[in-house]
């Protein structure tokens, strides 16, 4: 086995680049609009400028643009979206993004604005929220719907050519002033709207580099312990298991199993924490994987397995952003690797793989077969054997992982198929 170092929990992030990297994450979904979290918040930030808003209420407003959707966890629901400016069932969305945000207490503070962020302006007004919350929700509203407008507009030709629409856009927008949006907020964004440079400014490097050059702000740049880290990976988590209903929960457990596999097999504990958050984002790739292949019930042909082969890169890519320097991104991304060199997406062999990577893989190809699937239930133990055994026999999968997961079965049977709470 490859000499395995002992690893710092080096995962220095703080809640501003979290949140950027949350929006990174959520552009997978939107994969035919990318960079629509960008825009809003981008949007709402010059609004809030003319609005006369404090720096602290223009801040909020522009990390509450980026994570907005963070309820939409298909292609397809985000497209609807695109469709009207007032989409059917809107409020699914939202609320899926809220229950996600209330149960991560570093990103709470964003829920009510995710759950009225569709509701309209003459609705909004008589909720019994702050006028604070009120405030951000309206104005996310109105930005969401004003890159809505965009998009109509711009749809087959070059995204420059918004400036030929620029008064259609506007026109749009006080046609429902009052009814759907605030009209304080409608004239402060139809006075950008009718400014070029507001339109070619849309772009996401700008954008970032706008949250970059903030002044510094407690709430956004303290750094995250363990503790917060696990809580944005549970977050991010959900959002990728929520995509598909053939693996929900799938990360949560994975985690979990990796965990206590680690610490079995003598692994320190800060290093099956470090393994813990790896598993909650192994499969945080796919979040850019067609939904079409993840739904797929049948057998996947040479080309689609293609296609689904590359969301280990984008694992690793994706975690790399999140955690610089840190073995997280390499080990969730091994997790199809194989000790014989048959695995993807490196064919990396034995020597190439740590105790981690061998614990991640083990687990991850249990967990899947524990999973239940719309035609068939949970696979019984003895099937299981049948299938993991001879890829421990032909070098694929570690031996000594693979016998720690032997000496408990019954236990991380149990826990692998019982029903996890939402």
């Known amino acids: 086995m490859s000499t395995f170092q002992p690893q710092e929990i080096r995962v220095k992030i703080d809640v501003r680049h979290a949140l950027l990297a949350v929006a990174t994450v959520l552009d997978f979904v939107g994969v035919d609009d990318l960079h629509h979290g960008h825009r809003v918040a981008y949007m709402a930030y010059e609004c809030a400028n003319v609005l006369g808003w404090s720096d602290e209420k223009k801040q909020f407003a522009y990390f509450a643009g980026l994570i907005h959707d963070c309820g939409v966890s298909s292609s397809e629901e985000h497209l609807r979206l695109l469709k009207l400016m007032q989409p059917e069932d809107a409020t699914s969305h939202s609320r ?9 207490p570093i990103l709470e503070r964003f829920a009510l604005t995710v759950l009225y962020h569709h509701t309209p302006w003459l609705e909004l007004q008589s909720l019994d929220i702050s ?9 996310i509203f109105l930005s969401d719907r004003t890159d809505f407008l965009r998009a109509r507009y711009t749809h087959g030709c070059h995204e420059e050519l918004i400036t030929l629409h620029e008064g259609l856009v506007a026109d749009n927008l006080r046609a429902h002033s009052e009814v759907l949006f605030e009209p304080q907020m409608v004239l402060a ?5 009718s400014k070029d440079g507001f339109w070619y400014n849309m ?47 799938h990360s949560d457990k994975v985690a979990l199993l990796a965990k206590l596999v680690a610490k079995d097999c003598g692994v320190l504990d800060t290093d099956t924490e470090l393994l813990f958050v ?18 797929k019930d049948g057998k996947l042909t040479k080309e689609e397995y293609s296609i689904i082969k590359r969301h280990t890169v984008d694992t690793d890519h994706t975690l790399k952003s999140f955690f610089p320097k840190s073995v997280i991104g390499e080990w969730a991304s091994n997790h199809h690797e194989r000790l014989d060199g048959s695995g993807y997406p490196f064919s990396k062999r034995q020597e190439q793989l740590d105790l981690p990577s061998r614990i991640l893989a083990v687990v991850d190809v249990f967990q899947a077969l524990t999973q239940k699937r719309p035609y068939r239930g949970s696979l019984p133990l003895s099937d299981i054997f049948d299938i993991m055994q001879p890829m421990v026999d032909k070098g694929q999968l570690d031996a000594y992982v693979y016998s720690v997961l032997l000496a408990d079965i019954d236990n991380f049977y149990r826990l692998s198929t019982q029903e996890f709470q939402s």
């Open 96 to 104: 899926r993004g809220y229950e996600a945000l209330v149960k991560c």
């Open 189 to 193: 964004m139809c006075q950008l709207v």
């Open 203 to 249: 772009n996401s490097v700008h954008i970032e580099q706008m949250a970059l050059d903030f002044e510094v702000n407690q709430l956004y740049d303290k750094e995250l312990g363990i503790e917060g880290v696990k809580q944005l990976a549970r977050f991010l988590a959900r959002i990728v298991d929520a995509k598909s209903p053939f693996t929900f929960h």
């Open 131 to 139: 006028e604070f919350d009120r405030d951000i929700a309206a104005l």
């Open 278 to 295: 790896a598993g909650l984002l192994h499969d945080v790739g796919k979040l850019k994987t067609p939904d079409l292949l993840l739904h």
